[in-house]
């Protein structure tokens, strides 16, 4: 069944349909009475004169000059009627409440005392921030989160154009801590009018007066696309996109790396270890993404309301991980050393294709050195692994810089995309001089230009992202545990080398 339009509803309640009316409220409730609290800032207050505000429009239907604007018909009435609430409170310091009504407010939540208070208590912490803001922002901002967050809502309840309200919320997030944000959407969110208000108006209307007679002009509203919000929400994902692509990426290479470790092991007692513990990895992988699972689950269902304890069990199980994985690389290489070891005093031969390979990789892999010794180097010049390197590590930094400037923090994204230009050219420039510099030094500075472009970046987030921009990528000071990989990777690297030459100087020709 197709929604009835504001006009054709208005029309029907004008002629006394109390059913039309009753749609009229649930539809606008949360608009009138947001209206409403950014003006007066009482929640309670706001829903007194939110009844009233819709007691008034039945009896003045007849009077709508244009149905189709019934929006900001109404809201011009809410408005109008908190300013005289407030104005009468003011100066009588009474409560402006209706308690002439024939009715009584149901208690809709049986709550402590004590959660009352600290309920109480933050709704007040809330209007003291909104106060501080100008009522061109205030209204739209309130409006906003009580409209399901639609900005066309918003701009029809206020007579403006869409994209003036987008600007007038953007520049409202700014003046206020991103916290602060989401606290204020959670509040006005939970104290949105329920089922129950619309049950109160319609209880309240006069039984024996009825708007009617009104002759509306038929006008159908267009449907809302939702086009920008689309848009909004795909370009705050390309910034993620990129960090998951990441990570499959990474897996993928772990798993390329670990089949072609098991292919060139000496002996085939190597082999099955790798087979073993590569389920092991696997298993603690799943376990991993289970609590993490459960952890992201537990915070939408709002099991977890604070952020903070959100963000800090989520980088506990990183470090968590991070600390096992340390742990299982060093088992598997003290066991995958024992092995070889054993092997080798047990006269086992090695498998022939490693025979042959490690052959060829000794005549490619061999230098002199200055000192005339003879050593050899793991490292060399391939154009897949250095610049794979080299701009994966700094990749990250162009789908952040086309998310900033969607979000309005140009200076970041233009900042990002320089970063990532940096460590192209450095790249460009050690490739064409390949023939001048040692390979494994060059992947080393590699990882220290990265380290020190990715702390630059974060040092830009931190300090150019506006409100929008830093609540759309989730930043918190967590990020900064990031840089902890690059000392890692290059102690890694070293580790590579130097168990590379000692085994190619230990093996037999």
Same mark, same amino acid.
């Given at each position: ?19 039309? /009316? ?20 009482? /929640? ?46 003011? @100066? ?38 909104? @106060?501080? &803001? ?41 003046? +206020?801590?991103? %916290? ?10 939970? *104290? ?23 002759? #509306? ?12 919000? *689309? ?51 696997? /298993? ?23 952020? @903070? ?105 233009? /900042? ?8 192209? +050219? ?26 020190? &472009?990715? #702390? ?44 590379? %030459? ?8």
């Amino acid at each position: 069944m197709a929604i009835p339009e504001n006009t054709d509803l208005v029309r029907d309640a004008a002629q006394g349909n109390h059913e039309a /009316f009753e749609t009229l409220v649930n539809r606008h409730a949360g608009m009138v009475t947001g209206v409403a609290y950014s003006v007066c800032g009482d /929640f309670s207050l706001s829903e007194d004169i939110g009844q009233e505000v819709f007691v008034e429009a039945w009896k003045k239907l007849s009077t709508i000059r244009d149905p189709e604007n019934f929006a900001g018909w109404i809201c011009t009435i809410a408005r109008r009627r908190a300013i005289d609430a407030v104005r009468a409170k003011n @100066s009588t310091h009474a409560n402006c409440s209706i308690d002439n009504m024939p009715f009584e407010i149901p208690d809709r939540n049986q709550v402590t005392p004590e959660a009352n208070m600290s309920m109480n208590q933050e709704r007040e912490w809330i209007w003291s921030m909104l @106060s501080e &803001l100008p009522e061109m922002y205030r209204e739209p901002m309130v409006l906003f989160y009580r409209c399901e967050e639609s900005t066309r809502d918003v701009a029809i309840a206020l007579g403006e154009k869409e994209s003036t309200i987008r600007q007038r919320l953007k520049r409202g997030r700014e003046m +206020l801590r991103t %916290e602060m944000t989401q606290s204020i959407r959670k509040t006005l969110g939970e *104290t949105a009018p329920k089922a129950a208000f619309a049950a109160l108006v319609m209880a309240s209307l006069p039984s024996t007066t009825y708007a009617a007679g009104a002759s #509306a002009t038929t006008a159908v509203a267009g449907k809302a696309s939702g086009v920008g919000s *689309t848009v909004v929400k795909s370009a705050a994902a390309t910034a993620f996109g990129g960090a998951a692509i990441g990570s499959l990426i990474g897996v993928a290479g772990g798993a390329l790396g670990t089949w072609m470790s098991w292919k060139n092991c000496e002996y085939e007692s190597q082999q099955r270890l790798i087979v073993r513990r590569t389920m092991h990895l696997l /298993f603690g992988m799943l376990v991993f993404g289970i609590l993490v699972g459960v952890l992201i689950t537990a915070k939408v269902q709002g099991l977890l309301a604070s952020n @903070s304890l959100f963000v800090g069990l989520l980088a506990g199980l990183h470090l968590l991980a991070v600390g096992c994985t340390c742990l299982w690389v060093w088992r598997f290489n003290l066991g995958y050393k024992r092995l070889a070891d054993e092997a080798r005093a047990a006269g086992e031969p090695v498998r022939e294709f490693v025979q042959r390979q490690r052959d060829d990789v000794r005549k490619q892999t061999q230098v002199v050195r200055a000192d005339g010794s003879i050593g050899y180097e793991a490292f060399q010049w391939r154009a897949a692994p250095w610049f794979g390197s080299c701009i994966g590590s700094t990749a990250w930094m162009v789908p952040l810089a086309v998310a900033s400037i969607w979000f309005g923090s140009t200076g970041l994204g233009m /900042f990002a995309i320089g970063c990532f230009l940096v460590a192209l +050219l450095l790249a460009s420039v050690a490739w064409v001089r390949r023939d001048h510099l040692f390979a494994y030094w060059s992947f080393q500075f590699a990882i220290a230009a990265a380290m020190v &472009l990715t #702390a630059v970046v974060l040092v830009a987030i931190s300090t150019l992202a506006n409100a929008e921009t830093l609540q759309y990528l989730q930043w918190t000071p967590w990020g900064w545990l990031v840089l902890l990989m690059y000392p890692a990777i290059s102690l890694y690297f070293w580790w590579i080398r130097r168990s590379f %030459e000692r085994r190619m100087l230990q093996s037999p020709d």
